[in-house]
């Protein structure tokens, strides 16, 4: 079979299980688009209305508008995450990943197919976040390449995060652990609320060991034209976990890990 | 996708395993080296106790399962080092259902296509082909879960045909299933095997393997313990049992020699018949008697009886039956 076939026929098995991903992501919204939307709307009322009027500003913003880009970056790291580790669990679960495991797809569409599943949800789910923090505050990103390329890889990195879940996971629980014991407190804690110049020396050099501050600040840059992190370190950490979560996930899509007797 | 090796007209090897041997993380062995060619065209029967090695085969077969030894060819090309042309020769109907209950059976189907490189128009008129024969177009927009049992397995099979690969892998697609579904989903995979699809078969109906197949391996424990043409194996079965319903009872059953002949009750008796002497003395002799016959039909399955035969024998010769 000639190279040119097999590129064909890769791409319509590509674009198969991209649209089939998001079919799945606009089939179940009320359970992938709207609680994200509600969830966020509480925060901008309680966090950024009513509280944030009585903090005052934070970096020079408004409390409003300083959240703004960390609630975003918050609903796709979790929305990104979620889509990729429930649907690929999911398809484990009831055995209908073997459909793709008996084709001749090989492992690297499979991550990419599903990957690029749960950036269109980080995505969607930040454009709607997005509109809604509008109707609280004004966002005009400064920078807008630094806004859609830190969304986007964030969305990526995320994602890969899901699906490595996803692959160890065994039951259930196993993809519930993650996202609450791990990235929640790291998304709270990546100065989504606050900048670290708050936080005495110590804790200030510990958040720096939280890959998600970087994202959150490297977008609250492109927003607001404001971090607490210098905009190449962001990038530099960004790039280093995409590049490392994506060969661990194809090494272990590769071996079969978690899927394959 | 879907071609394969070998030139084109000539038929060729769909099968070849040389000494594939599984032995899972908890020690369990599952495969002890076992050896099978299966030739184009050929209708094949995988047949074994539970447990006994077939579902790893076919694991090993679809790359669902990593082997721990051996080597495996699909038309020409080995499952280590061309394992995407080997892949695109093979169909799949898995033992378990396994589809995604929550789509629509259309879905399911033109999806499969779409992982295989067949772009959607053609997708969509194969789906209508084989969904049609297999009666489920009327269904195309059901969701999977709202099937019966004999419906989601004929779904699988159109998902596995949906590539139309060369050889197509059924494992036990008729359990479960009643018997006027299993009728037909024979006559269709006749139709499709003497189009060209080589066919391998597991099976506990041995009914079926006898029915349909014209190759039938016995694996047990890991091994293979026979594999030859369904009539040759058949003929190593030297002894068979008839139920014979009697019009009338009788008091006593004559003596007939060469025959074993046992009372059932009144009106029926079974008669074991060696298969070189025939049954025409045996009614010669009940005819002299004024034993009058109304039916007779075979006890067992030949097959089963066979099968009976091998497995036990295996037994006894590992000190582990009686």
């Keep these: 079979m000639g190279r040119p076939t097999r590129l064909r026929e890769n791409a319509v098995a590509l674009y198969t299980l991209v649209d089939k991903e998001y079919t799945r992501i606009v089939r179940i919204w009320i359970q992938t688009l709207v609680p994200p939307a509600i969830t966020m709307t509480l925060y901008f009322v309680i966090f950024g209305s009513l509280i944030g009027r009585r903090i005052g500003q934070m970096d020079g913003f408004g409390y409003m508008q300083y959240i703004a880009p960390g609630l975003i970056m918050m609903s796709v790291i979790t929305n990104a995450y979620g889509n990729v580790v429930s649907s690929f669990f999911g398809a484990k679960f009831a055995r209908h990943i073997e459909e793709m495991l008996v084709s001749p797809m090989p492992a690297s569409l499979v991550l ?33 390449f630094v806004t859609v390329s830190v969304v986007f890889l964030t969305a990526v990195v995320f994602s890969l995060a899901g699906l490595i879940n996803a692959v160890f996971a065994r039951k259930f629980d196993d993809i519930s652990i993650v996202p609450t014991f791990v990235l929640t407190p790291l998304t709270y804690l990546g100065g989504v609320f606050y900048s670290i110049t708050l936080l005495p020396d110590f804790w200030q050099k510990v958040s720096l060991a939280n890959p998600i501050l970087y994202m959150v600040n490297a977008f609250r840059y492109g927003i607001l034209g404001k ?31 978690g899927i394959r007797e | 996708m879907g071609s394969g090796g070998g030139r084109p007209g000539v038929p060729m090897r769909a099968l070849q395993i040389r000494n594939l041997s599984k032995t899972y993380a908890n020690g369990v062995q599952a495969l002890k080296g076992i050896d099978l060619n299966v030739e184009e065209g050929e209708f094949c029967a995988l047949l074994g106790p539970n ?73 969509l008129e194969r789906a209508e082909r084989y969904l049609t024969q297999l009666q489920l177009w009327d269904r195309r927009e059901s969701v999977a879960r709202a099937l019966s049992g004999g419906m989601k397995r004929r779904l699988m099979i159109a998902r596995a045909l949906i590539h139309e690969p060369r050889l197509l892998i059924l494992d036990e697609p008729t359990a479960g299933v009643d018997i006027e579904i299993r009728r037909s989903m024979w006559v269709f995979l006749r139709r499709i095997n003497a189009e060209g699809t080589t066919i391998i078969l597991t099976t506990h109906y041995l009914e079926e393997a006898e029915n349909l197949c014209r190759q039938v391996a016995i694996i047990d424990g890991g091994m293979i313990i026979e594999n030859d043409r369904m009539s040759n194996v058949l003929r190593k079965l030297s002894v068979e049992t008839f139920v014979l319903n009697l019009e009338h009872g009788v008091a006593s059953l004559p003596e007939v020699p060469g025959y074993v002949v046992r009372s059932v009750d009144a009106t029926t008796v079974e008669v074991d018949v060696d298969s070189q002497r025939g049954i025409n003395d045996l009614f010669t002799v009940l005819t002299q008697h004024g034993i009058r016959v109304v039916s007779m039909r075979n006890k067992a399955n030949r097959l089963e009886e066979l099968f009976m035969r091998l497995v036990e024998n295996k037994m006894v010769a590992a000190g582990g039956g009686a």
């Design chain 1, 227 to 257: 971090s607490d992190i210098t905009i190449g370190h962001a990038y530099g950490i960004i790039f280093v976990f995409v590049i490392g979560l994506y060969l661990f996930a194809l090494i272990l899509l590769r071996r079969g890990t």
């Design chain 2, 51 to 123: 447990g006994a090695g077939k579902t790893t085969a076919i694991g090993i077969l679809t790359s669902l399962i990593n082997k721990t030894g051996g080597s495996v060819e699909v038309f020409g090309h080995d499952i280590d080092t061309d394992l995407t042309m080997a892949k695109s020769c093979l169909g799949l109907v898995p033992q378990e259902i396994n589809l995604n209950l929550f789509d629509k059976v259309l879905n399911i189907v033109v999806t499969q296509a779409g992982y295989y490189g067949i772009p959607r128009r053609i997708a």
């Design chain 1, 112 to 144: 990419l197919g599903h990957v690029s599943g749960g950036v269109i949800r980080g995505l969607l789910v930040g454009a709607l976040v997005t509109l809604i923090a509008l109707f609280f505050t004004d966002l005009r990103p400064v920078h807008p």
